[in-house]
């Protein structure tokens, strides 16, 4: 029998945060043009960037993404917004407007040297505009064209309608199972329809990749945000087809294994699990119920009520069934497990300084994901895509810029370099 | 119709998926995850793309099979599991017999992927710990889920992976429902709300298979395999906007907001004649174009309104709110979404950007023409279980589309096939297994 904890002896060396920089990424090779703007479409490209693609992020000139202005409060910090820096990690910006011949041009010829495009313009845009996938796979069979929209390239409502995340949360019955049973549907307060989807365009994406890896072909592939989160609402489908009823929204009592869910302590809250059998009878026993069912909430709620949310997970962990404490961002940020495992992580930015980040979420022993650099302005990395990349000169690039072909920053907060200049 | 949108829908019609080749073909998962739903989730993305998914099962069956909300169950397995019970093998084992044990082994030697939530160490002791078995296999790539995750300081904390702990973990329910008013004691609702759909597990599952993807590709390129350690608590927290950005540069920590946003207003649902509806309109030129559909005009102008800033300061979201609401709640959800439309068709740019969309109740969301035109959803009549209404797989994907092929099967249902078929086992010990109670 090998001895006792050896794959945590193991992990603990395997995933060390202190050699991550130092190891191969798995997605090294891989070049992907963003025409994107906001979640959707960023986040999609941010995550394939974590792991070692080289992602060129092409936004409008001079005002670029608008998810630049999209600021907490109001806040922006060294001039950009502390909401846009999550999602735009590891990328070049270049800023290049794809409405001229010039600009086209450009743009096609780095699809060329590229591997996938993701993009989440209003559906049909990029072919109206002479650069949409069936225009690319002209010029390069293997390109992975990633087209994320809110209710898909084809269909009813392809023409132009637009979504945003709560599109997706609200159209897809995800906030009418959310909440509570006296109260209005609710709708997450963060971005879960745009995430999501973001996801699972990217692992579309490397699995379109695999496949070209056989065949030499790329492919269209087209995500609707809202169909994402239709996929992920587990049994509410069955739940409807064979009752013809709606799912109800429970509160915080999760309906599979109740009386598993939140519940308030004395100094804040904590979530108690019970998932099998033997856990409910641990609980059971710990709050002296009786009879064969499950406990009731509202005993756990007494339960929970008198304690602190240490003392109920203390309490737990002796005794044999699951809870945890219902954390926030305060104490993602101060938690050293988290840093430990560099999913709280602190990135060293030439521009910007110190930044503090989520690090990537899957944990890779060989090839792991890691946050190289953070956000920049507006076409802050056009020399170097445009002139090392694509050989222009740099007279050549002077004349694309008097002509507003590609640009720079416009002077706002969001999209403009710190005023203090570069970090020391 | 654009020659774009046609040629797009002929071909990533979900209809047309069937002959075509699928992306993962050739690649073998084992899922050990009894009573996991994240586990459930990640072979399934895997399983849909073409992998061939193995999974295994305790005899008697997955304990997630008796998860039955609502109290519901089709030939005794719950509904949980039936949803995300499709393109898979269905095979016994007994993991405390011997022979149980060394077949774990031998299936898994025969896999590119395991994906697992057992403890390390008591898949080390039934012998398929990732230690011993990538002497045999180097390219072996094994997704180990867990709520914590592998290393840590927290790693060896005694819990059984649940949704609602990755959930509580994640920072998600955190911001999301209705802050607290000052009164003793708060209403219920006036508490971090957990999503009510397994959004944990869910994204835990996708993370993992995300992780899984990214570590075939670097095998292809190197030939090594790996560990992808995916902690439940931390795949919703990559959902979590900007908490450590905000923490970092400000030194604030979001709280709960109902259905207001810190960031942009409008972003919110509304209520109208026929339930609620989401209205969107937060950058300047839109919140114009919305003031002009509903008839205010005058409201663009407002120094309470008139830039972002404003506009999210909790007083004003709720002064707008009231102001959006005496519009809304004359219109049913359809007419809003036609007044937006009629108003945003004729313009483009950031103008244009006034979004809405109906607070749907799942019945109306399954009738809604776009979804089902689009082959969104599947009724199969699945052997032994019946008819089922099931989501298909989101992606329209031209050259290798994913595709539903088949649901769920009883335990063990497809033992010889792949004991005998995969594994090659001769008859007499297959038989002779089955005796002994290993299988």
């Not at chain 2, 710990?129 to 290393?151: H, I, K, N, T």
Request: hydrophobic share 40%; aromatic share 10%.
């Amino acid at each position: 029998m090998p001895c006792e904890g050896s794959f945590r002896d193991f992990a603990q060396k395997a995933f060390d945060p202190a050699e991550v920089a130092s190891k191969p990424q798995a997605l090294a090779g891989v070049r992907v043009l963003e025409v994107a703007t906001r979640i959707f479409g960023p986040a999609t490209a941010d995550y394939l960037g974590l792991f070692g693609a080289e992602v060129i992020k092409v936004e409008l000139p001079y005002r670029g993404d608008l998810m630049r202005y999209v600021a907490p409060e109001g806040f922006f910090w060294k001039e950009i917004s502390p909401a846009f820096l999550p999602l735009n990690r590891n990328k070049l910006h270049v800023g290049l407007d794809l409405h001229p011949a010039e600009g086209k041009d450009l743009f096609l010829r780095l699809a060329e040297m590229s591997d996938v495009v993701v993009e989440n313009l209003r559906a049909g845009t990029m072919d109206e505009w002479g650069v949409g996938y069936l225009q690319l796979r002209e010029r390069n069979r293997g390109i992975v064209y990633a087209a994320n929209s809110g209710f898909g390239q084809w269909g009813p409502c392809s023409e132009g309608r637009a979504s945003y995340d709560a599109t997706a949360q609200a159209v897809s019955g995800f906030s009418a199972i959310t909440g509570f049973p006296d109260q209005p549907p609710m709708k997450a307060g963060f971005w879960v329809g745009d995430y999501t989807a973001a996801l699972m365009s990217a692992i579309a994406i490397l699995a379109a990749l695999s496949a070209r890896r056989r065949t030499g072909q790329g492919q269209l592939l087209d995500l609707s945000q809202a169909e994402a989160m239709i996929r992920a609402l587990d049994w509410t489908w069955p739940f409807a087809g064979r009752t013809g009823k709606d799912r109800r929204r429970y509160g915080n009592v999760d309906p599979s294994y109740p009386p598993s869910g939140i519940y308030r302590c004395r100094d804040g809250f904590v979530a108690v699990s019970a998932r099998d059998g033997g856990e409910r009878a641990c609980l059971a026993r710990v709050l002296r119920t009786d009879g064969d069912g499950a406990p009731a909430a509202e005993a756990v709620a007494g339960f929970a009520g008198e304690r602190t949310v240490a003392e109920v997970v203390r309490i737990a962990e002796a005794e044999g069934f699951s809870a945890a404490p219902v954390r926030g961002g305060r104490e993602h940020y101060l938690d050293p497990h988290l840093r430990a495992r560099g999913t709280v992580c602190s990135v060293e930015d030439p521009l910007y300084g110190r930044v503090d980040e989520y690090g990537p979420a899957p944990k890779l022993s060989e090839s792991p994901g890691r946050v190289k650099w953070c956000a920049k302005p507006v076409g802050w990395h056009n020399e170097r895509v445009f002139g090392e990349l694509l050989g222009l000169s740099a007279e050549e690039m002077e004349h694309l810029a008097r002509k507003k072909v590609i640009g720079k920053w416009a002077d706002l907060p969001g999209a403009r370099p710190p005023k203090e200049g570069i970090a020391g | 119709m654009s020659g774009f949108t046609e040629w797009a829908g002929r071909a990533t019609h979900p209809e047309s998926a069937a002959g075509k080749p699928e992306a993962l073909s050739g690649i073998r998962v084992l899922e050990y995850c009894p009573g996991h739903f994240g586990g459930m989730v990640a072979a399934s993305i895997l399983g849909e793309f073409g992998a061939d998914v193995v999974k295994v099962e305790p005899p008697g069956g997955d304990p997630l099979r008796r998860v039955a909300p609502e109290g519901v169950l089709v030939e005794g397995t719950g509904l949980p599991f039936l949803s995300e019970a499709r393109n898979r093998r269905y095979v016994t084992l007994s993991a405390g017999h011997p022979e149980g044990r060394a077949l774990l082994r031998r299936l898994a030697a025969a896999s590119d992927v395991v994906v697992t939530s057992e403890a390390p160490d008591r898949l080390e002791e039934n012998g398929a710990g990732y230690l011993s078995l990538r002497r045999e296999r180097p390219d072996l790539v094994y997704l180990y889920l867990s709520a914590y995750g592998s290393f840590g300081p927290d790693a060896a904390r005694p819990v059984l992976d649940s949704d609602i702990l990755c959930q509580a973990l994640s920072g998600g329910p955190f911001i999301v429902g209705e802050p607290e008013t000052g009164e003793s004691p708060p209403a219920p609702h006036q508490a971090p709300t957990r999503l009510g759909n397994w959004h944990g597990w869910f994204s835990q599952g996708l993370w993992g298979a995300f992780g899984v993807l990214a570590a075939l590709r670097f095998r292809e390129e190197t030939g090594k395999g790996q560990v992808v350690d995916m902690a439940g608590a931390e795949a919703m927290m990559m959902f979590a906007d900007y908490n450590i950005t905000w923490m970092h540069t400000a030194g604030k920590a979001r709280g709960r907001l109902g259905n207001y946003d810190p960031a942009v207003f409008p972003y919110t649902y509304i209520r109208c004649r026929d339930g609620y509806t989401f209205i969107a309109a937060y950058n300047d030129e839109a919140f114009e174009s919305l003031m002009q559909i509903i008839g205010r005009p005058e409201l663009a102008r407002d120094p309470r309104f008139s830039n972002p800033a404003g506009r999210v300061r909790i007083e004003n979201e709720r002064a707008l709110l009231a102001v959006l609401e005496e519009w809304s709640g004359k219109l049913s959800a359809d007419e809003i979404l036609a007044a937006v439309e009629e108003h945003t068709s004729k313009k483009s740019g950031p103008g244009a950007a006034v979004v809405t969309g109906r607070v749907n109740r799942p019945l109306e969301t399954l009738s809604e023409r776009n979804w089902q035109e689009r082959g969104c959803f599947l009724r199969p009549a699945i052997p032994g279980y019946g008819e089922l209404s099931l989501a298909a797989p989101p992606w329209k994907m031209s050259g290798t589309p994913p595709r539903w092929k088949s649901g769920c099967r009883p335990p063990g249902a497809d033992n010889r096939d792949v004991y005998a078929g995969t594994l090659g086992m001769p008859e007499e010990e297959y038989v002779r297994l089955g005796a002994l109670g290993a299988i």
